[in-house]
């Protein structure tokens, strides 16, 4: 974006803010808001930059709040034994966002910690720009060590990571009061990374109350261990007076701060993100009234260039209304396909240039890309080398296309890279696998709009949502899946794609063999003979995806939910 546009952009937010709006304020340590911002690690930063994009869509008065991250989470390259690589971003902070005058700052341990504010305008269909605001440390005068607690996201230890979840919730109440907007009605966290925002709230209310009317927080994680916390006395000493003593054992798990208990005991809405999940909570924390409001994706971000062109004909208005997808199953399907093969052909020559691999226009193609961590299973279709081989003899050829970084302290996810890299080798004569590097934004657009087939296989009850399935549908790409999260309500048999796991096996906990044999079965009699034998009903399918679950699974349903149940309350 060029400067000059920047400072028009700034000038709109002081019209903004005079106007006695915006009224919500939205916290979440991670925000994709733009391909080149490389300010995000998955799904929950993507959610949130597509949360924001929808509300400035539709007028939503809310600002987004988030830290700088400056050197991103990583950029990850793979060597040819994949071993990931973790280097550290160099981005241009000048060229995105604009550095504001205005300063705040917060107390860590005994040192007073000056942060600073970047603004990046998110402009809607209309015009309407919703700020996101970059908390930022590395601020003269702030210690060494102050100044690196905005640079790296997830990075750290666990003094470095509570320092980051102070600068958010503490540094991040306070920048917006710092920034002058007055009328903020409610205070959404995305996750628990921003709930320390309550207690400076309550230290300026010295009201529950009042605190909880104004709090809404939306859980991401259905498994205990995966909720943020931290020693008593490392946070006693880092937080101080802002932890109120008599209130402590509200908010202490296991003789720890836990950060979702913060946050659940200080809001008024509560909701898990997707139906299943919501359950899920509900038994994790009994005595809480949690509600669900399923994910989605912003639309006009998801669907490729040519299914653009095809909706502008056919379905005029989709783009600030993605209702009107549910006319898809009116297109004619050689347009559907054509945009497909467009599609399809954009993301083949990338990895064929890219990497070498030789893979075939016309050749069945299945994509799995996404963060890579043991629950989501990156090697359970490839557990089985010979199996798959037989399968691609038999039902017709195959191809792979892989891609996602592995948390740095994450050894299985790595390891799971290193067997896909392994298996490559092994059978690269037979199905052919590419694994595209430093998955991110651009690359999520170009994979989830080029495969034929999407693949989804985490461990339930693991999965709170997943949100890459509906970009696939978006573009016309069923998925394939265990029946966990998002898919439970999106899946309709053989019409919107496949479920993985036989029917007794879902009421239960995932099994990966048993997940892994009815995944090859599916893939042999349903999924593979339909694409290159019923080319017609395999594209029926396709239109099925857009028409049922795009219409639905997107940003701005979801976020008409949230000011709904969430916001109006
Ligand atoms: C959508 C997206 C994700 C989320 O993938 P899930 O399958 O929902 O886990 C992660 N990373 C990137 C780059 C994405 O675009």
Known sequence: METVALENKVENINTHRSNGKPKIAYFS??????????????????????????????????????????????????????????????????DFLKLLPCKTNVKIEDREITIRIWFYPVQGASGYIVPVFFLDTNVEGNSPYDREITKYLYGGDNRYRLAQEIVLGIGGVRAIDSLGYRNIDKYHMNEGHAALGTLELYDQFKDVEKVRNQCVFTTHTPVAAGHDQFDLSLAKSMIGDLLPNSLLHEFTFEHKLNMTRLALFFSHYVNGVAKKHGEVSRKMFPGYDIDSITNGVHTPTWVSEPFQRVFDKNLPGWRSDPYILRGAFGIDKAEIWAAHMEAK?????????????GMNYDHFTIGFARRQTAYKRPELLISDPEKLMTIGEKAGPIQ????????????????????????????QGNVKIAYIHNYDIAMGKLITAGVDVWLNTPRRPKEASGTSGMKAAHNGVPQVSTLDGWWIEGRVENITGWAIGTRKSNERDSDDQNDRNDLYNKLETWIIPKFYNDRDNWIRTMRSCIAINASFFNTNRMIEQYVLNAYFM
């Open 400 to 427: 792979i296309i892989y891609g996602g970084k592995a948390h740095p302290k994450d050894g299985s996810g790595k390891e799971a890279i290193k067997k896909i890299f392994s298996t490559m080798k092994t059978i």
């Open 345 to 357: 052909k954009k993301l083949i020559d990338f990895v064929n240039n890219r990497y070498n691999v």
């Open 29 to 94: 340590m991670e925000i994709g808001i733009n391909e080149n911002i490389p300010t995000y690690s998955g799904g929950l930063g993507i959610l949130a930059g597509d949360t924001l994009k929808s509300c400035a869509d539709l007028n939503v008065p809310i600002v987004g709040v988030t830290l700088l991250s400056e050197k991103g989470y990583f950029y990850q390259e793979i060597d040819l034994d994949g071993n990931q690589i973790e280097l550290p971003y160099n981005f241009n902070l000048d």
